[in-house]
């Protein structure tokens, strides 16, 4: 149990800077939010529903983090700050990061759909603050949601995801994916969707100047070669 433990809060450290020691992880509000909601999931899988409510708003109203019951959760999960809201059919994968303002949401209970209502999250994903991923919908390994961004669509693996709805930043963010993004929003302009897409337009630009260039070299060429043989034939 002290293995474990020192483990998940060694994990905490390697994404958050702040800490000066193991004790200071300690007094997270994450921290208690996941340990109360161990309980709560327990009382919740043992059918002792309103038991396992109680734990879940006294635990929301210790840390202003309110994770239902029900919501299945790995390994590592780390919450920085708070204020962040997980529903009951959520399923989250190992060593993801949430930071604060931050939801996983569910689809409106009045369509008629029940089951499955909010996101799967796989491991290593990290959802920026104030961004939403809404309904059944998969998150990809290693994906990053950025900062105000609502998701509504599947997510690929390794995806970053910026924008009102979120769509995928147009060139793969290297080398930023080999270690961990605080933010999930990698800080540089060259990221930029609107920054990548004129390069990508630049790049296509260049293409159709140099295919051009060719062509009008063959068509000289074939016009050299025709005066050539009508001199020929004269």
Known sequence: MPGRLFSYIDSIVARDPSPR??????????????????????LFSA???????????FSR???AIDIHPGAKI??????????????????????????QGSTLGGTNPTNGMGGKRHPTIGDDVI????????????????????ANAVVTKEVPEGATMVGIPAKPVPVEVR???????????????????????????????????????????????AKAAAAAKGKKSA
């Open 47 to 57: 059918r002792l529903y309103f038991l396992a409510r109680w734990v879940n708003h």
């Open 175 to 221: 080398p930023e994916t080999v270690s961990f993004v605080p933010y999930g929003t990698p800080c540089s302009e060259r990221f930029d969707p609107a920054t990548q897409k004129l390069e990508l337009l630049q790049c296509e630009v260049q293409v159709l100047q140099k295919r051009l260039a060719e062509l009008l070299e063959e068509r000289e060429a």
């Open 21 to 42: 020691s193991r004790w200071e992880v300690l007094l997270y509000p994450g921290v208690w939010a996941v340990g109360f909601h161990k309980i709560a999931h327990r």
């Open 127 to 146: 959802v920026s603050l104030g961004a939403a991923i809404l309904g059944p919908i998969m998150v990809g390994k290693g994906a990053r949601i950025g």
């Open 61 to 63: 109203f210790m840390t």
């Open 74 to 99: 790995g390994k590592n999960f780390f919450i920085d700050h708070g204020f962040v809201v997980i529903g009951e059919t959520a399923e989250i994968g190992d060593n993801v990061t949430m930071y």
